[in-house]
């Protein structure tokens, strides 16, 4: 089975804090996702990655970066936590532009 | 639990009756949809795609029909279950590109 993990189910941060959130993945996909998902919004993607070292922003990449190091690594990065990234974070990787598995999330609140 | 949406269309079927949960979607270029089920809790579980070229698919207890005339995809549940409640996304992908671009979700409530 295709297992993405998020390195975290629950975080709680302070305003202007940086933030690491960190996804694995052991199927070797050469393609990771970042979303966030907002009631009444659905999910959106916030950048992603098709090759070590390769980004692409999303839809909405404002306040946030991304690394890729490694092929199964892909890190979300905010670079100063404000309230209204206080978001459910979905971490997903695929091995062509079809089905995307998705790791449990990482719900974030930002104080 | 947590909740992926405080205003979702919900669907609340009874134990054992089928389901068909409804998506709208927006590019006449999408070529390929999947349908995930999410439940509380957990990310987005893929359960089934289809690509534009085909009118329907089906799986174990699960069928899509894609409809491009009127842009839409329906997904129906046989026999439903407990554990079948969640709440339901479709996804498009537009132009064979990298975007899958997620609808905004359906409730399924399950009654016993």
């Known amino acids: 089975d295709v297992k993405v993990t998020q390195s975290s189910r629950y975080l709680v941060k302070r305003t202007g804090e940086k933030v690491f959130l960190e996804c694995v993945q052991d199927?070797?996909?050469?393609?990771m996702f970042w979303y966030r998902q907002d009631p009444g919004l659905g999910l959106r993607l916030i950048y992603f990655?098709?090759?070590?070292?390769?980004?692409e922003k999303g839809d909405i990449p404002e306040g946030y970066s991304v690394s890729r190091e490694k092929k199964e690594r892909f890190s979300l990065i905010l670079e100063s936590a404000s309230t209204n990234q206080t978001s459910m974070y979905l971490c997903?990787?695929?091995?062509?532009?079809?089905?995307?598995?998705f790791g449990q999330g990482t719900r974030l609140t930002v104080v | 639990g947590e909740s992926v949406g405080l205003h979702l269309p919900t669907l609340s079927v009874q134990e054992g009756d089928n389901s068909i949960i409804n998506c709208a979607y927006s590019?006449?270029?999408?070529?390929?949809f999947i349908w995930y089920k999410q439940e509380s809790g957990k990310g987005p579980q893929f359960i089934i795609d289809?690509?534009?070229?085909?009118d329907k698919r089906q799986g174990q207890r699960v069928t899509v029909l894609l409809n491009k005339t009127v842009k839409h995809l329906s997904l129906q549940i046989a026999a439903t279950q407990p554990g079948d409640s969640a709440v339901y996304f479709c996804?498009?992908?537009?132009?064979?590109?990298?975007?899958?671009?997620f609808g905004s979700g359906t409730r399924l409530l399950v009654r016993p």
């Open positions: 997903a990787s695929s091995r062509s532009w079809t089905e995307a598995f």
């Open positions: 199927m070797d996909h050469e393609n």
């Open positions: 990655s098709y090759d070590v070292k390769m980004k």
């Open positions: 590019n006449s270029a999408s070529d390929y």
């Open positions: 289809i690509r534009s070229n085909m």
């Open positions: 996804a498009e992908r537009a132009d064979s590109s990298y975007k899958l671009i």
